[in-house]
């Protein structure tokens, strides 16, 4: 594809942005530009939630055992058993939100399991166990209920994140359900359980606001019909004590993209009354990047793609299946809209990611561990800006999973961890959180390119505004694997004083942080010397980008 001025660029583009990394302060071209970015600061589109950067760690293979716990008495550096690199990293992005212990594994699971002195757990089947041949530990099929709440509520207060619960619907009566949350919020003696949980050296109440209740439960989660399952929810949260807190359940959403499940859960939740909708706080959305077929087939396992063989009609295929999160926001808000006239639920996107074939993991035996390359950067940071952009509709996300699983932040064995291009894009737009939204209307011309002999095209530039204060952040994604864009920038209803440009590329797509070199991808931070209301930049081709302008 030749870009528009291409031509006449080619030679610009080398020093271009090379320079602006290494050596001197990013310039502000004056010339025209190929693609024009109109932020509008008077058109708020609403506070951005922190929780929109949350994570999911389920008990999945080395998501738990080796990524995050690591055992008090481990060589590994740790704080009461928990990883100390991966809390250091974590505080760095803000982590606002953490979900726990599952994903599918929370319709096996029993809390109580998990509680107690720790030599009297019980060693349980974990529910993944099937796809953990050795050499994975046995300690990813046989859960030995090590990190079991306590330590998960442990680790949310150390790296500064708030704990996520999701209930067990499949497998547990709903009495379990109640007695989790007493245990959790009951105060310091006035219950059994709280008197329990203080045995374990915790006085204090956890106060855990979020909860979901069951899973993907068109699947994993019971088999339910959506009229079934809603039946199941209203039963499940109705009279559930708070114990001073306010409780926040969470639907379990559609099987991909059914609006069918949508529809009908919240007909069969109104058809009790209206009011009953009060009683959720967020509608579950999964959304995952798997089908690389290009539309020959539906099957999951011989629909994925590798996650680091790939060609750039390979890279374009993970973001177009990637970028219909933002249809599936706009569609299913509509749908839940039709009974939930006010909007009072929101969307809760609790997995997201691209999900490849097995074969990249870094340790042997992880079971769905996948590499993130800088395709994986780009399709994260395309992923947080469609959510920035819909602050009014989502009130939580969780990237699946956080460590050691798919499109992971972070990869550790044993002593040996590494920040992957999606923990630093995270790290990136933590800038965002809690920043009022603001229209930014991108126009870019389309990327064209053969996909199987037929044409096709993918958006040129897009991303995202926030501002806070007088600070204001663009992030924004150039998704073409070959060629650099220089956008204008125009800024409406102010100037800018001084600014910086952080950008995250690599010369090579492929490129990737493992334990032997971990510093293949990073970002590098330069200043701008940014005056007055129009800006230019150059988005190096496949980037991740964040420009944070102040403003007089
Ligand atoms: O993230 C892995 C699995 O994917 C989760 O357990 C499940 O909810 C989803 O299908």
């Known amino acids: 594809m030749i870009r528009r001025r291409e031509f006449l660029r080619r030679a610009a583009a080398t020093a271009g942005f090379a320079l602006a990394c290494k050596s001197s302060p990013v310039a502000w071209a004056q010339s025209d530009s190929d693609a024009r970015v109109d932020v509008l600061l008077d058109e708020p589109l609403g506070t951005i939630s922190p929780n929109i950067y949350g994570h999911f760690t389920e008990n999945l293979s080395g998501v738990i055992y080796d990524g995050i716990w690591v055992g008090e008495n481990s060589k590994v550096p740790n704080v009461n058993g928990i990883r100390k690199e991966l809390i250091d990293q974590m505080r760095?992005?803000?982590?606002?939100?953490?979900?726990?212990?599952?994903?599918?594994?929370?319709?096996?699971?029993?809390?109580?399991?998990?509680?107690?002195?720790?030599?009297?757990?019980?060693?349980?089947?974990?529910?993944?166990?099937?796809?953990?041949?050795?050499?994975?530990?046995?300690?990813?099929?046989?859960?030995?209920?090590?990190?079991?709440?306590?330590?998960?509520?442990?680790?949310?207060?150390?790296?500064?994140g708030q704990p996520y619960l999701a209930a067990n619907l499949r497998s547990l009566p709903a009495e379990q359900f109640y007695r989790w949350v007493e245990y959790c919020n009951s105060p310091a003696g006035t219950t059994t359980l709280a008197d329990e949980r203080a045995a374990a050296g915790f006085k204090d109440p956890f106060n855990v606001r979020y909860w979901g209740v069951g899973n993907e439960s068109w699947g994993c989660g019971g088999n339910f019909t959506a009229q079934e399952y809603a039946v199941e929810y209203r039963r499940f949260t109705t009279w559930v004590p708070g114990y001073g807190n306010e409780l926040s359940f969470i639907a379990s959403g559609p099987d991909g993209d059914s609006?069918?499940?949508?529809?009908?859960?919240?007909?069969?939740?109104?058809?009790?009354?209206?009011?009953?909708?009060?009683?959720?706080?967020?509608?579950?959305?999964?959304?995952?990047?798997?089908?690389?077929?290009?539309?020959?087939?539906?099957?999951?396992?011989?629909?994925?793609?590798?996650?680091?063989?790939?060609?750039?009609?390979?890279?374009?295929e993970v973001l177009r299946e990637g970028d219909r999160m933002e249809s599936m926001i706009n569609a299913h808000w509509q749908i839940m809209g039709e009974t939930d006239t006010d909007h009072h639920v929101k969307l809760v996107v609790d997995e997201w990611g691209p999900w490849y074939r097995p074969g990249s993991e870094l340790t042997p035996g992880d079971q769905i561990e996948q590499l993130p390359t800088l395709r994986d950067a780009v399709f994260s940071g395309m992923t947080l800006d469609t959510f920035n952009r819909h602050p009014e509709k989502i009130g939580i996300a969780c990237c699946a999973q956080l460590i050691n699983c798919l499109n992971s932040l972070y990869l550790a064995h044993e002593d040996k961890f590494c920040v992957t291009p999606v923990?630093?894009?995270?790290?990136?737009?933590?800038?965002?959180?809690?920043?009022?939204?603001?229209?930014?209307?991108?126009?870019?011309?389309?990327?064209?390119?053969?996909?199987?002999?037929?044409?096709?095209?993918?958006?040129?530039?897009?991303?995202?505004?926030?501002?806070?204060?007088?600070?204001?952040?663009?992030?924004?994604?150039?998704?073409?694997?070959?060629?650099?864009?220089?956008?204008?920038?125009?800024i409406r209803g102010a100037q800018a004083k001084s600014g910086q440009a952080t950008v995250l590329t690599a010369s090579n797509i492929h490129a990737h942080n493992t334990f032997a070199q971990r510093e293949a991808v990073v970002p590098r931070t330069e200043k701008l010397e940014a005056r007055g209301p129009n800006l230019n930049f150059r988005f190096p081709a496949a980037s991740v980008v964040k420009l944070e302008v102040q403003l007089a």
């Open 92 to 160: 760095k992005i803000k982590p606002a939100i953490v979900r726990f212990p599952g994903g599918c594994f929370a319709d096996s699971y029993d809390w109580r399991d998990g509680i107690g002195p720790v030599d009297k757990r019980p060693r349980r089947t974990n529910f993944w166990s099937f796809g953990d041949p050795p050499p994975a530990p046995v300690t990813h099929r046989y859960d030995p209920n090590r990190f079991g709440t306590n330590e998960f509520v442990q680790f949310c207060q150390l790296i500064g």
């Open 259 to 316: 609006r069918e499940w949508t529809r009908g859960f919240f007909e069969e939740i109104a058809r009790k009354g209206k009011e009953q909708i009060r009683g959720i706080y967020g509608w579950a959305l999964h959304h995952y990047a798997w089908n690389l077929s290009r539309g020959k087939t539906q099957d999951w396992n011989a629909g994925k793609g590798d996650a680091l063989k790939f060609d750039p009609v390979d890279w374009y």
């Open 423 to 490: 923990g630093h894009v995270f790290q990136m737009y933590a800038s965002h959180q809690a920043a009022q939204s603001v229209r930014a209307e991108f126009s870019a011309p389309s990327i064209h390119y053969d996909r199987d002999g037929k044409p096709a095209s993918f958006w040129g530039l897009k991303g995202s505004a926030s501002l806070l204060e007088k600070n204001l952040v663009l992030t924004a994604v150039n998704p073409d694997v070959s060629h650099e864009l220089e956008a204008r920038i125009m």
